[in-house]
């Protein structure tokens, strides 16, 4: 089945400096979505892209639709703790189906 | 918060064992998922329904079965629990095929 590569895996940050990570696929998405996971509860939406080239803000959350149609970033600026958590990129293969990345892991040091 | 809500949230069982989780939702959204989540692996889909009585199967079916009798409730079913199956099950619902997917809150399955 298709493959997300999501990078980096985890990252440890100070609390105020921006993040980014990414998603990378060998084979096109039509829609890109990002995720948030907190420990012990279902994956939040953060962010819907349509698009290719799409950017796209949801607060200090900025994603975009990479332009080749297979790939996608998400930022955050200025972190604060309630960014701790896991992020997954998801891309939608055919019309219900969504493929995963395996997450980034945000630890944020106050 | 979409209205999905998973059953139980935590088992232990034995191998051999048949297991049966609910997710049941409030939305009367037509779509409805079941994902297993597993260190290194992210979600990966193991069956999905478009309607009552219609499911399909996704990337990891094996060993698993599913079946929706009403819009509110897809089940998902080990007939016989092995130990590969200690995972994390999510439930997802949507209402159109190509919209967003919304998140239970998780059952961890343990099974020795």
């Known amino acids: 089945g298709q493959q997300l590569n999501q990078s980096p895996q985890s990252m440890f940050i100070q609390e105020g400096e921006d993040v980014s990570m990414n998603c990378t696929s060998s084979?096109?998405?039509?829609?890109w979505l990002w995720y948030k996971q907190d420990p012990g509860e279902g994956p939040v939406l953060l962010i819907a892209?349509?698009?290719?080239?799409e950017l796209t803000s949801n607060g200090r959350l900025t994603a975009q639709f990479g332009i080749t149609r297979k790939d996608s970033f998400l930022n955050i600026s200025a972190s604060i703790p309630s960014d701790v958590g896991i992020y997954f990129c998801?891309?939608?293969?055919?019309?219900?189906?969504?493929?995963f990345g395996q997450g980034t892991r945000l630890t944020i040091n106050p | 918060d979409a209205g999905i809500t998973q059953s139980p949230r935590h088992k232990v069982t034995e191998t051999g064992t048949p297991v049966t989780l609910r997710c049941h939702q409030t939305e009367n959204h037509r779509y409805m998922y079941w994902y297993r989540q597993d260190p290194g692996h992210g979600l990966r889909l193991i069956h999905y329904s478009y309607g009552v009585k219609d499911t399909d199967k996704g990337e990891v079916s094996d060993g698993y079965s599913v079946s929706r009798s009403k819009t509110e409730d897809f089940l998902l079913t080990l007939e016989s629990a092995t130990s590969s199956q200690t995972s994390v099950y999510f439930c997802?619902?949507?209402?159109?095929?190509?919209?967003?997917?919304?998140f239970g809150p998780g059952t961890r399955l343990t099974v020795l």
């Open positions: 997802a619902i949507s209402g159109q095929s190509t919209d967003t997917q919304y």
């Open positions: 084979s096109i998405f039509n829609t």
């Open positions: 998801a891309g939608r293969e055919g019309a219900q189906k969504l493929v």
């Open positions: 892209l349509y698009k290719a080239g």
